[in-house]
């Protein structure tokens, strides 16, 4: 796993948070695009990582799933529940603040 | 690009039978993420066994695949908790609140005036009935559970059956008590295990219910 496979694991759920907040309802395999998309392919979800992370964030009660027949087989769309809606405030706004932090750091300038 | 019916079976072998997966809702839900990523890749001109492979990469292969269904088997079973936990809090706040008095104020009622209610004849076959249909519910619930993987292996939710069938052996036994002692049980503690045994099965029915909704709401697409 490079570092930026790394990276992305460890912000995965803020990721996927932050995606349903903008669209109503995503499936799996639409969100792995989405993210392709958005980073012109500098970023990408692997499946062994994204399908854990949605199963838990539904086990946690922050996301809803609804099951319909799309061509003829079963897609399983994922969507926030009301308490989803506030963690994702709450996390996006915590990986900003971290982030911000790790700007600061990387843009260090050696004292003299 | 649509894939063949011969694609799809394809893709539903390679998930059962090589790859050994049993969860019906996880190899739903992975056919569609297969599906979508080949049909994507057959669009580009990749052959379909190397687009399959490809994908099968991405999940960590069989190994991979394995451990996934075995987190999902785990987080579902945390999350049905959850979800019983809420349900059942739930009656005890407005407005079902309301239920669980009423409901406990006829059965307190009941027993007061009828403190042999629950031997009489019409009683006990009212009661030999609901036992049958619910035991029948039961019966299809364990089938379900066994063929989606729901909750399989997961010590709480055996822990939750037991402690219901113990329960429930616990109230029809009241039918076998002598008069005697029956009358001189107070009818706040046949209240008590009235109203536990009505809101745990109230609570499991309506979990089974959201999950099954869940599942597979049928649209025209």
Redesign the interface.
């Known amino acids: 796993m490079n570092s930026n496979q790394q990276l992305l694991k460890g912000s995965l759920s803020v990721i996927i948070l932050k995606l349903l907040e903008e669209q109503e309802r995503m499936y799996g395999y639409e969100i792995t695009q989405k993210v392709k998309a958005l980073t012109a392919g500098q970023m990408a979800i692997t499946e062994g990582a994204l399908y854990p992370a949605l199963h838990k964030l539904e086990a946690e009660g922050l996301l809803t799933t609804e099951t319909q027949v799309v061509e003829g087989r079963a897609r399983k769309y994922y969507s926030l529940t009301k308490d989803g809606h506030s963690e994702a405030v709450s996390r996006i706004s915590e990986l900003g603040i971290m982030l911000e932090n790790l700007q600061r750091l990387l843009t260090l300038k050696p004292a003299i | 690009m ?1 894939l063949t019916p011969d694609q ?1 079976t394809a893709i539903d072998r390679h998930l059962r039978k090589e790859n050994w997966l049993l969860n019906e ?1 996880l190899i ?6 297969y ?3 080949i049909a994507d890749q057959l669009a580009t001109g990749v052959p379909f066994e190397l687009a399959m492979s490809d ?1 099968h990469k ?3 292969g069989r190994k ?1 695949l394995l451990k ?1 269904e075995e ?2 088997q785990a ?2 079973a ?2 049905n908790m ?2 019983l936990r ?1 349900i059942l809090v739930s009656y005890f706040s407005m407005p079902r609140l309301g239920i669980t008095i009423l409901f406990s104020l006829v059965i307190y009622g009941l027993n007061v005036m009828f403190p042999l209610l629950l031997k009489s004849d019409y009683t006990g076959f009212a009661l030999a009935t609901i036992a049958f249909i619910s035991y029948c519910f039961a019966f299809r619930r364990l089938l379900y559970w066994n063929k989606t993987g729901f909750g399989r292996n997961d010590l709480a939710n055996l822990v939750l059956q037991g402690f219901n069938a113990l329960f429930l052996s616990f109230f029809y036994l009241r039918l076998f008590l002598p008069d005697k002692i029956l009358l001189n049980l107070h009818p706040a503690l046949t209240t008590l295990l009235g109203i536990v045994f009505f809101l745990y099965e109230a609570s499991t029915l309506e979990l089974l219910m959201q999950h099954k909704s ?6 025209k ?1």
């Open positions: 649509a799809l809702d739903a839900e992975l056919t569609d993420h599906a979508n990523g994908i991405g999940f960590g991979g996934m987190d999902y987080t579902q945390k999350g959850r979800l809420t869940n599942r597979l709401k049928r649209v697409s």
